[in-house]
């Protein structure tokens, strides 16, 4: 079970800032265990973002992005109260989705 | 092919601009880390920790919401800058974390010598980090202000102070060693000087903290062990009575500093 | 052409996700681009995404540490107001692998993303920018990634 | 509240004090102190409970306040008398092996494997050669080390001093500033004789980075 992500949402300027906190390992498959063997890779491949239910911003992801992964986007024309959606998927096939109201 | 050929070779001449526009090394660390500060992943730990302090949890089935961190049961605000102290139930000064152990044993039935065997980051330790990520997030901003009127809790400051100054090992280091100047520093990281108050959010007001190196939430404890680690010392235990000396110690040094503790750390 | 078109084809694992969560994409999403991700130079990353020549531009505001404390973790910014761009790539060019994230922005965003990314050693990091007219642009930042801590 | 009986232990040493009348005296606090450094620390890998055994420079230097003069100048004189000088007279070695030394920070910790050449930590506290940038300040820059301490040819007669002083110092710190917060390298088995002529080269060699222009 992965745990909850961090969204936070705020209205600003005719749009709504946000920044996403995810929790994940983003193992990269090139580092390997006290016994020698490689840790194999473990990251996740798809983000998505929506407004209201509709898609605002998808992304695709390697190893090469840090471990518990940060992201910021500007959604255009939100307003407080507005749900902001994000969902990702990762290259074992766990998925999580969570949301946040623009504040 | 050519196209690739000619990119790199416009990447070779934008690096050879970069090189010109480099700022010092300290302007260069100080850029960095003011890109990092905004989306501290420690909120992770925070969220999880305050979902885990209201769960009923444990063999007794029951939430910590009782548990008494110095400022009455169930008072979480405030309570982490006044830690460690002493409390009369156990006779014994404790810090966050040993506290915690406590709780956890007496209101959730949990084996508390097993959590604190348990490795870092693991098991019931992954929850117990979460918790004083909650803990101390819910303290961010008030001063330090450890309490010094009982007589143990004053003995453990003095005989935090000695195993500060404590020099052993091969490499003959002491946690003085590296914390006893202001303005030094280990390869790029500065040291506190953890003998004064080193100032606001900065040294002791700063940990717990996620460390972007191993990209977990480290809390006073694991600081501390792998400060011994590094000391090339034996292995301190989880929650031993050196470590909460050393945490009354530099508590008290660092009365008066604003804690920005859960904080992000290299 | 081709592979413009083969990286619209809608994402299955994404669609479902969405799907289930009420959400569906208003647009065809692109699949995984696994072999993308798996290129080695800037070449192949360039080959794989099917995309034109990147030329070096001025309109794509790239931020980037000088120097990383940790190459674990390198907090990245790019963004444009130029119309048109659909995608945002960034590229570490001495990664084991080259291509770090893609980011689709559809008309609803700004053209803007942070990120953070790992760097394994000092290495020169592109944001190439893919507008919709098929041009490709680009930007990069050197960043020099230091040892940190006792080093043991 | 129960608490864990062996912590309960432990705490044996604190709370008799806590009975005695008045505050304790710096006697009391010193004997609670080494109680609490013997309840606290167990053994792990190659870092062994003998490591918390102090020496006498250990044991002097233990405190806020370094000792006396003429205690640390007694201290240093028998320090000095226990270093070690390559027996084959030979002092420098390989400069590039030393760059590799100096850059290398493991050794001697519960996470090393046994059996495995510590690194020299240099660069943890001191700036060498002028392309490495992340260096430490806990002790004083040597770069250009042998040329501001005019050794043009480590072998001439003229440069004996230096090279002997700084072999004394990488082997034992402690024979030249009794509290020094530099490890003993020789003295402690640190590093090997071999190592240290390596470090002497990243020093003294002209051809070193250190001494570059």
């Known amino acids: 079970m992965s745990d909850p992500m961090r969204i936070r949402a705020q209205a600003q300027g005719g749009g709504a800032v946000v920044r996403v906190l995810m929790s994940h390992e983003m193992e990269t498959g090139q580092r390997k265990d006290a016994a020698g063997k490689t840790i194999p890779a473990w990251h996740i491949t798809e983000v998505s973002a929506a407004l209201n239910g509709k898609t605002v911003l998808t992304a695709q992801w390697g190893t090469a992005i840090a471990k518990n992964p940060f992201t910021e986007f500007v959604v255009k024309g939100a307003k407080a109260g507005d749900k902001i959606t994000v969902s990702w998927v990762d290259n074992r096939g766990d998925k999580r989705s969570d949301e946040a109201v623009i504040a | 092919m050519t196209q690739a050929r000619s990119l790199i070779a416009a990447a070779c001449l934008a690096a050879a601009g970069a090189v010109q526009a480099q700022t010092s090394t300290a302007d260069g660390i100080a850029q960095y880390r003011a890109l990092l500060a905004d989306g501290n992943p420690a909120e992770l730990w925070e969220i999880k920790g305050e979902g885990l302090w209201k769960q009923r949890r444990g063999p007794r089935n029951a939430s910590l919401e009782a548990c008494d961190l110095g400022k009455g049961p169930g008072v979480v605000p405030g309570a982490f800058v006044e830690l460690p102290r002493f409390f009369a139930d156990t006779r014994r000064v404790q810090d966050l974390e040993s506290r915690l152990l406590s709780c956890m044993q007496a209101l959730q039935g949990f084996d508390a010598a097993a959590i604190a065997a348990t490795p870092f980051g693991r098991g019931e330790q992954a929850n117990l980090e979460a918790l004083v990520a909650y803990i101390a997030a819910a303290s961010r901003g008030l001063r330090f202000n450890l309490p010094q009127g009982h007589a143990e809790e004053r003995k453990m400051a003095e005989v935090g102070k000695r195993v500060f100054f404590f020099r052993a090992g091969p490499y003959d280091f002491a946690c003085a060693s590296c914390h006893d100047a202001a303005g030094k520093r280990i390869r790029l990281q500065e040291l506190p000087n953890l003998t004064l108050n080193p100032g606001d959010g900065v040294g002791f007001a700063a940990w717990p903290a996620y460390r972007v190196s191993s990209g977990e939430l480290w809390t006073m404890q694991r600081r501390l062990n792998d400060c011994y680690r590094q000391q090339r010392f034996p292995y301190p235990g989880y929650a031993s009575d050196a470590s909460i000396a050393l945490g009354v110690y530099m508590g008290v040094q660092a009365r008066g500093a604003v804690s920005s503790a859960p904080s992000i750390k290299r | 052409m081709q592979n413009r078109r083969e990286m619209l084809t809608r994402s299955a694992a994404v669609a479902a996700l969405l799907a289930g969560a009420g959400v569906l994409p208003a647009r065809a999403q692109a699949a995984y681009n696994k072999a993308a991700f798996e290129a080695k130079s800037i070449d192949d990353v360039v080959k794989a995404l099917g995309i034109a020549r990147p030329v070096e531009s001025k309109d794509i505001v790239f931020t980037a540490p000088d120097i990383a404390e940790n190459g674990a973790v390198v907090p990245i910014a790019a963004s444009t107001a130029l119309p048109g761009v659909k995608r945002i790539a960034f590229l570490v060019e001495k990664n084991p692998t080259t291509l770090a994230g893609v980011f689709d922005f559809s008309d609803a965003v700004e053209t803007s993303v942070k990120t953070r990314i790992k760097m394994g050693q000092s290495s020169n990091v592109l944001a190439v920018a893919i507008l919709g007219d098929g041009k490709v642009l680009y930007a990069q930042r050197d960043v020099k990634v230091t040892l940190g801590g006792c080093g043991g | ?213």
């Open chain 4, 1 to 213: 509240m129960s608490i864990l009986p062996r912590i309960r232990i432990r705490i044996g040493a604190l709370a008799l004090l806590a009975g005695c009348a008045g505050a304790p005296g710096p006697q009391d606090l010193d004997r609670a102190t080494q109680a609490v450094m013997q309840n606290s620390f167990r053994a792990q890998g190659i870092a062994t409970l003998d490591r918390l055994v102090q020496d006498e420079v250990q044991q002097a230097c233990s405190a806020e306040t370094p000792p006396p003069p003429a205690r640390a100048a007694q201290l240093e004189a028998a320090q000095l008398a226990s270093v070690q000088w390559p027996q084959d007279g030979v002092y420098l070695g390989d400069w590039r092996e030393g760059e590799k030394l100096a850059q290398n920070g493991r050794g001697g910790t519960w996470s090393d494997a046994p059996g495995v050449p510590a690194g020299g930590n240099c660069y943890n506290c001191h700036q060498l050669a002028k392309a490495e940038i992340a260096f430490g300040t806990i002790g004083p820059s040597l770069y250009q080390y042998g040329k501001l301490r005019g050794v043009a040819d480590p072998a001439d007669p003229a440069a004996a001093a230096v090279v002997r002083y700084t072999w004394g110092k990488l082997w034992n710190a402690k024979a030249y500033n009794a509290c020094s917060a530099m490890p003993r390298f020789g003295h402690q088995g640190v590093l090997t004789p071999a190592q240290i002529k390596d470090l002497m080269a990243l020093l003294l060699d002209p051809k070193s980075p250190v001494n570059a222009p």
